[in-house]
């Protein structure tokens, strides 16, 4: 290729623009004649190509027109880089990650490829994959009727709350130019309509926030929607989502219900179903016909359970199908794994979500995907796991026959040893899928022999092992006095405040004595100076004895109120400042976490990472996590003016940016936490703090060893 620049094509302007916008293809054309050539154009391809975090890189694909490759970094034909090359193609090339780059302005790759006239370029990155996820819940999602999105005290209705938890942290969770598309689908047992739900566009900022009254409006409306299919309704003008409901025929929808009542998880559940749909005849019969309260005092789920099959038994019609009927979920599945115009390359790639499982997502140490082959831009992948249940034997035993029918790799996969919330663990899966990490670990985890997998990684329980915890230092962009349980008052900040709680406080199930990891703590910190301390025993344990553990939006706010009501006056503002907050955490280094764009070290390096010894500290260690509540205020330099006084290390780090990532304090702390549980964080914390220190000794001998020097030369 000639390199002199005077041979660019003068008359034209300057190379069209290819910023990765999140597809998984862009196309270019690249004009000139064969005496006048355009340079590959654009470095910021090639730096990404550099920043690809597997041995992959882009595939550049010539749709027409002619390439001439001048390089031995360019193989003929479209092939994974250790995988095997498919049919050569002289009209497609692949280049390699480590192909010889020249980062200068408006040149790339200098001598690598003359491009002849009318060649269209499609840069493809192989780090990309469409993602789905489908939520197996309880209930009857095409019910419209039961979605009130202002009954704001009965959100936790068919744990409403944590379906609405699981649609901030997927779809407004992580999110980057890897990201292809991605899709939440919920999929309800009872009348197995499915709520298919997406983000417009994802990069760009919502001004509607993923509150559960803005949630279940979304779902109402489309609920409500006369169509049954391929129907995409806005809860409002202004709303972010595309949400529709997939319903099965009526008498598919009955067989639905006859099955539900053995995977429903309570007798009032099973009683519910019962008077929606048997005859009122057959009710009275049964004594079933009274409130649920007082038929509930009388008997037990498996009495009810018997009642139902009676009823089906004696009742076999469109309203009550025989139990011998095909179940529709082989049919659901059928759909959900199917890819709407697919062409000969699409591959699918289907995967169970469970911590019990014994293989592990590789993103992590040697396992990483640094060594995993490049995923194909063309992958689907589609992931299944229950939603605040596990899924049933039925439901895997049907996909598993589903993917065997339709030969489609099924892998299970855990992404690490805690139980942990339904949301959180997708807000890590959005983390992996906007890291490019997710589709190339995922096939690696399809070819791998899962008894050849590496023991299952446990949390360390001996009471040897030192113990540590995070302290979160919450700063909120508001006086103490605007928390408020009202409905009305719940603006953007006080959303925050409680995704924040959730996130620091809450987990599947609380971690046994003698673990290495202590109970999570959180101070808020307001701008008036006030200040409320927060423990996950004084808490989530409170509002469970008091019959209130679902986390929605009013139960948290009410008890942040009562909390407020009931303490005393502190004040972060006082002569010490923040100063006996910090004193109180004992912290052996400080995390300042920011949401402007970085350069993604901490990320880079706990990925890299081995997993951290138990020697890593010689006593119980706490790590003080720093987090600005949707802006900085001036509690948060408090906390690192403190830090500083009291010589404890403060640790910049940026996990996310709030430019990408809606729910971002949430998805920060949550993947926090996670790297906690892969025992890395405190390890790599640890050697940023030992590196400083180490800095600090050197220039402290280099400026001991000078003056030495300049005494010796002055007595000479």
Known sequence: MRQDESHRHEADESPPSHELLGRNMRTLEVRGSRDHLWYVPSMVLFVRIQECVHEGGMCLQFTRGAICPRSPSVVDGCASPSGPQTPRNPSCVFLRSNAPTKLSNGMSIPDQ??????????????????????????????????????????????RRDALVRCVSSFLHGPWSTHCSSRELVLLHDEDWARIHMQVADPAVPTQLLPTEQNIVAAWKAAATSPATSGYAAKDKPASPWTCRVERVASSSSSTASSSAVQHMDSKRQVLEHLQAHCSLEFLRSHGLNSKPDVVLRKTN???????????????????????????????ILSDLLAVPAASPQTKILAGVLHESHDAELPVFGSSSSTSIAAADPNLHVV??????????????KTLRAVCAAQHIPLTHVRLGPVAEFTSKILSIVAFHH????????????????ASSSSKRKR?????????????????????????????????SALWRVVRVVVATLYRSHVMRAGSSLAPPSLTLLFDDGGVLELTQETLVGSLAEAHQAAPTEFQILRALVKTRDASAVKNWKDDEGAAWLVAAAAPFAALDVTHETGDGALVDAIHAMPEEDDDIAEHSRTLAVLVSIESTTASHDALKAACAAQKIPVVPSCILSAATTVDVEAATITMLQHFVYQRRLFGYVASVVNASKKTRKDAKRAKKAAKKAKHTHDDE
């Open 113 to 158: 490829f003359e491009f002849y006239p009318d060649t269209v370029v499609q840069f493809v990155d192989w780090s990309m994959c469409h993602l789905k996820v489908v939520l197996l819940c309880k209930g009857r999602g095409g019910d419209a009727a039961s979605y009130k999105p202002t009954r704001d005290e009965s959100q936790w209705w068919n």
């Open 301 to 331: 789920k498996k009495a009810l359970v018997e009642k139902w099959f009676q009823w089906v038994k004696a009742n076999p019609s469109p309203d009550a199908s025989s139990l011998s009927s095909p179940s529709p979920l082989e049919a």
């Open 383 to 396: 992931l299944f796991l229950g939603a605040v249940r596990d899924m049933h034997p039925s439901e895997n």
């Open 434 to 449: 906007a890291r490019g990490v997710l589709g190339p670990a995922l096939l690696q985890r399809t070819t791998t022999d």
């Open 459 to 491: 949390i360390a329980t001996s009471t040897s092992s030192p113990t540590r915890a995070v302290h979160v230092f919450g700063s909120v962009p508001l006086p103490l006095a605007a928390l408020s349980a009202d409905l009305d008052a719940r603006q």
